[in-house]
Structure formats: structure tokens, C-alpha cells
């Protein structure tokens, strides 16, 4: 009888954490729900939905006659000069746009984090205030800044001497433009690299400034390593952006991708294909394209990370 009664105080307890681990459980999925239905219904099922299309030759101005045609979008797309064309503006400006973006946050940050820079909060918050303004409003007031005749721009470079360019209507200008747009909003991406300049060990560059370690040599040997998870992460997001870079080249473009074809980024051509010819399955076999390939390439870049990204921590 005693032998029972132990047992029975023994696995109460247990008992009575299993209904409460339940009722956790149960109030976690409760409070994840508008999360979890919001995912299905919007990310999660339009996305089944496109790979449907991306199988048949739905059109939007006959919805009703939808035929299946198998894998002929995905062979119309490697045959399609446009698609050559859009894929070969996104890549220039890839180039040019993604060393600007991964290095600007670090200089950014780099100034804030000095010691001997007054009023540091109120720069970083200056900053950073850009990113809140909603994109079109931006891209309208860079228009006016780079206006080629009544722009501050081109009139600053006239005041010492330079004729500036038109930026946004020649093909040569326009992505310098769109980096300069981009790099209005990089205080975002300039946060976490300044927390993470500001979490290295002060005693690392006291130490190396006794070994005679100049601030080029501090920084290549002991900040970007320390920061590297950070530049990753910025690194990852900005890929990212770039495969879905569309709302500033659209704006300026006109949704025509002038001037020249060059703002006629890959995302522009799937939006045009689905919202101006119709045709939503050859724009679900684009948008699935870019998919695979942007996956692709995260992949690739986190097998890269294991050879320049440094964790506190880790062992070799």
C-alpha cells in the first residue's frame, strides 16, 4: 500500500507538467495561427498555385480556357531573347549594385563606431531614416535630385566645373542612378554591422596596437573577422533583394524598361508578361525559375560561409 502511494506521488507531478506542456503547446499554436494562416494563404498556396500554371497556358483575359502543355513554357523560356535580355540587365546591375551594398554598411558603420565622433546617435539615426520612407516617394524625390537640368546634383557637379550626366534617360547613367537610389535606404543593413562592430573585445585592439598593428591590419585581422557573421547576413539578404528587385526600375523605367531595355530587370519582364500580355503561366514559369536559382545560389553561399565566416566559439 505504501509502495503504491509513493508511486502514485511520484509520477503525479509528471502528470500534472504533461497537461500543462500541452496547454502551452495548444496557447503557442493559438497565438501562431494568424502567422500560420496567413502563410497558406498567401505565400504558401499561391505559390502551389503558380507552379500549376507554370504547366498550362492560362491567361487572364480567358480564364476559362485553360489548357495543360506540359513543359512548352519551360522550353519557350530558354528560347526567348527577352528573357536573355532581362537576365543580362539584372546581372549588370547586380555588379555593379552588390559590392556597393555589402561595403557601404561596413564604412558606415565604421565612421559611427569611432570614438571620437560627436553626436553619434543622431548620425546613426539620420542614417537610418531613409529606409522608412515609402519607395515610391523616394524614387519621386530622386527623380528631382537627378534631374539633369534643374537637379542639386547636377548643378552641384556644374558649380565646380563638371557637366553632369543625365542619369535617369541614358543607358549608361541609369544604373550608377539606381545604385545611388539603393544606397539612400543601406542604413538598414548598417545597424547590425555597427552592433557587431560594437560586440568586438576592446582587448583585441589594445593588444594589437602593442604589437604595432596599423588600423588597416586591426580591421582586416581582427573586425571583419569578429563581424564576418554580420557581413554574411547582409550578404544573404542583399542577394536576395537583387532576385527581387523590381519597384525601383519599374517606377523610373516607366514599366516600359526604358531607357533602352535597361531597366527591363528579370522581375519587370514576369511582371509585364503576367499583368500586361496576360499571360500569368509564362510568368509563373519566370517567377519559377528565378526561384530555383536564387536557392541555388544561398546555397552556394552558405558552403561558401564555412571558409570566411568566423563564429565566437567554433573550432576548425
Do not use: C
Not at 506521488?9 to 502567422?35: T, Y
Not at 495543360?68 to 555588379?95: E, H
Not at 561596413?106 to 529606409?131: C, D, E, K, Q, W
Not at 503561366?281 to 560561409?305: E, N, P, Q, R
Amino acid at each position: 500500500m505504501t509502495a503504491i502511494g509513493q508511486s502514485d506521488r511520484r509520477f503525479a507531478p509528471k502528470h500534472r507538467g504533461s497537461g500543462m506542456e500541452r496547454s502551452l503547446k495548444i496557447w503557442g499554436i493559438i497565438f501562431l495561427s494568424p502567422w500560420i494562416i496567413g502563410f497558406f494563404a498567401f505565400t504558401f498556396l499561391p505559390m502551389v498555385a503558380s507552379l500549376l500554371f507554370s504547366f498550362t497556358d492560362f491567361n487572364l483575359l480567358r480564364p476559362n480556357d485553360v489548357q495543360f502543355i506540359g513543359w512548352a513554357n519551360y522550353n519557350r523560356l530558354f528560347s526567348d531573347p527577352q528573357v536573355a535580355a532581362a537576365s543580362g540587365a539584372t546581372l549588370r546591375y547586380a555588379l555593379v549594385a552588390l559590392p556597393v551594398a555589402i561595403f557601404a554598411p561596413i564604412g558606415m558603420a565604421a565612421l559611427l563606431n569611432s570614438h571620437n565622433l560627436v553626436l553619434r546617435r543622431v548620425y546613426t539615426t539620420l542614417f537610418y531614416m531613409p529606409y522608412m520612407v515609402p519607395v515610391v516617394s523616394a524614387v519621386f524625390i530622386w527623380q528631382g535630385f537627378l534631374n539633369p537640368q534643374s537637379g542639386w546634383l547636377n548643378q552641384f557637379l556644374a558649380s565646380i566645373g563638371i557637366t553632369g550626366p543625365d542619369w535617369i534617360n541614358s543607358v549608361d547613367w541609369i544604373y550608377p542612378a539606381l545604385v545611388l537610389i539603393s544606397l539612400w535606404a543601406t542604413g538598414n543593413a548598417m545597424l547590425p554591422t555597427l552592433a557587431g562592430m560594437q560586440g568586438v573585445p576592446t582587448e583585441l585592439y589594445e593588444a594589437a596596437k602593442v604589437d604595432g598593428a596599423n588600423a588597416w591590419v586591426r580591421f582586416r585581422r581582427i573586425t571583419f573577422p569578429m563581424i564576418s557573421p554580420v557581413i554574411f547576413y547582409n550578404l544573404i539578404l542583399t542577394v536576395i533583394g537583387l532576385f527581387r528587385y523590381f519597384d525601383i526600375p519599374y517606377i523610373l523605367g516607366r514599366g516600359q524598361g526604358n531607357p533602352g531595355g535597361a531597366t527591363n530587370l528579370y522581375n519587370v519582364y514576369i511582371y509585364r508578361n503576367a499583368f500586361t500580355y496576360q499571360d500569368m503561366g509564362y510568368a509563373s514559369t519566370l517567377a519559377w525559375v528565378l526561384f530555383v536559382v536564387a536557392m541555388i545560389v544561398t546555397l552556394i553561399l552558405f558552403v561558401s560561409a564555412r571558409f570566411w565566416v568566423y563564429y565566437g566559439g567554433e573550432r576548425n
